[in-house]
């Protein structure tokens, strides 16, 4: 067995678990039936897919195709199956899908909830990432999440019709929290190695199919017991000549998790760590004006640029045991000028989606910042199964403008539209779901990663 030499792996293969001869790489179920996709074999001019309902003593029923690719036909709705592929005397694991519509566009991947395929990493497909490439393609990426398990999974897609399909590029291990984004012509992930793990940066100079070794650039804990290094799959912010991102440092266990900033210049490496700076770790103070005593405090925030030109970090703030338990986020300010310096606290804003993460883009066509948040309102106090697109001129006072998905009337404890990444386009607002929905697990542990285009979004400002 050779020593390790890239961040990427086509597929990952850890030793002595199954992987399959085969590896399938992507599963896109349908209303009745479902699209599988395998890594070619370099000998095989046929495949077989076998398939039956699941946890049945049916045979198989065999397709026979001459591409690494199948879309199953005529099954029922709504329904768990089994299937496997084969080709000569190799054969991939037995994999699971369960039948059904699903909101969106597109399904980048599925992972049904008892599909052991990524048992190493976890079970749900989790912390979506969109980015658009220089050479125009769109790339997506997610995590295996699992709650003490190892998590540190990446798998990454690519689409080249503007995410009507998408098919399989590389893996990343270990990547966890991941970010995909461009910076100068060049692709770049910004990701910890597991939950509370160490904060890394890595590079790829062909598009997202390989990957050098990262850069450390924070070292961890690599445990959910001990603080460490926590993010979000957030954007990168230009200021004043700097990249600018956030970050916590600690964990659910203390229950702290301690606010900072990440930033680099532009012009620097940004694979060598020396160019990075971070602001020191500031804790939740119930002292802050306006907060809740009771509270755990603040997660996953996002920096953004306020109207006056100060660069604030708006956070999701735990609320839940407040009154009302929702529609609150807390602002920190960042000194620009003072990287290292600790965040100030600034004030506590009323934010219809504090009870999940988020992100704030500012449109200069309309003078406006977008967030897509899981809405909460006195008519909608709890969960995630209404996904709605929220505007502000200010920086403070928000208003709805739509609402994308509205599932409300399903359980909130089993549908989720949530940690979505968005990108404003032209006319368009595109946007990456950790979407659960039809037999997932539960709202948190996410079945889909779905694609959604919102045309001419700002429409519907009128």
Avoid at 167 to 193: D, I, N, Q
Avoid at 398 to 414: F, K
């Amino acid at each position: 067995m050779k020593a390790v030499s890239s961040w990427s792996f086509a597929p990952y293969r850890p030793p002595l678990f199954d992987v399959g001869d085969i590896y399938v790489c992507r599963i896109a179920p349908e209303q009745c039936g479902f699209v599988a996709e395998w890594l070619p074999q370099k000998e095989a001019k046929a495949y077989a897919v076998s398939y039956r309902f699941y946890k049945s003593d049916a045979p198989f029923t065999t397709v026979d195709v001459t591409e690494p690719r199948v879309r199953i036909t005529g099954l029922a709705e709504g329904r768990d199956y089994e299937f496997f592929v084969s080709a000569g005397g190799q054969k991939s694991r037995l994999r699971l899908v369960r039948t059904g519509l699903v909101p969106g566009d597109s399904i980048v991947q599925y992972l049904h909830p008892e599909d052991g395929a990524y048992a190493y990493s976890g079970n749900a497909l989790c912390s979506p990432s969109l980015v658009r490439h220089p050479d125009g393609y769109l790339l997506a990426s997610m995590d295996l999440y699992k709650g003490n398990a190892p998590q540190n999974l990446t798998l990454i897609y690519r689409s080249d019709d503007e995410g009507r399909n998408w098919y399989y590029v590389t893996e990343l291990y270990p990547c966890f929290w991941g970010k995909l984004f461009v910076h100068r012509g060049e692709l770049y992930m910004l990701a910890v190695s597991t939950e509370y793990g160490d904060l890394l940066i890595g590079r790829s100079e062909d598009g997202g199919k390989t990957w050098g070794m990262p850069t450390v650039l924070l070292r961890g804990a690599g445990r959910p017991t001990v603080a460490g290094v926590h993010k979000n799959p957030q954007k990168l912010l230009a200021h004043k000549g700097r990249l600018w991102t956030t970050l916590e440092w600690g964990n659910w266990q203390k229950p702290y998790h301690a606010a900072m900033c990440a930033s680099v210049p532009e012009e620097a490496d940004l694979l060598n760590a020396e160019n990075w700076s971070f602001s020191d770790p500031v804790p939740y103070d119930i002292a802050w004006e306006g907060v809740s005593k009771s509270s755990k405090g603040c997660i996953e925030g996002c920096m953004v640029e306020a109207p006056d030109g100060s660069l604030l970090n708006v956070m999701r703030y735990d609320t839940l045991s407040a009154t009302p338990a929702y529609g609150k986020a807390v602002v920190m300010r960042a000194d620009p000028d003072r990287p290292e310096a600790p965040l100030q606290f600034e004030r506590v804003m009323d934010f219809p989606g504090n009870l999940s993460k988020f992100e704030i883009h500012f449109d200069a066509q309309s003078g406006r910042y977008f967030s897509i948040v899981s809405y909460l309102s006195p008519e909608h106090p709890v969960g995630r199964n209404q996904l709605s697109l929220i505007t502000s001129k200010d920086l403070v006072h928000w208003e709805l403008v739509t609402h994308i998905w509205d599932y409300s009337h399903l359980p909130a404890a089993d549908v989720g539209f949530q940690y979505v990444n968005f990108i404003i386009e032209n006319e368009d607002i595109i946007l990456l779901s950790r979407t659960a929905f039809n037999g997932a697990r539960n709202y948190h542990d996410a079945n889909y990663q779905t694609f959604t285009r919102i045309k001419k979004f700002r429409d519907l400002l009128r």
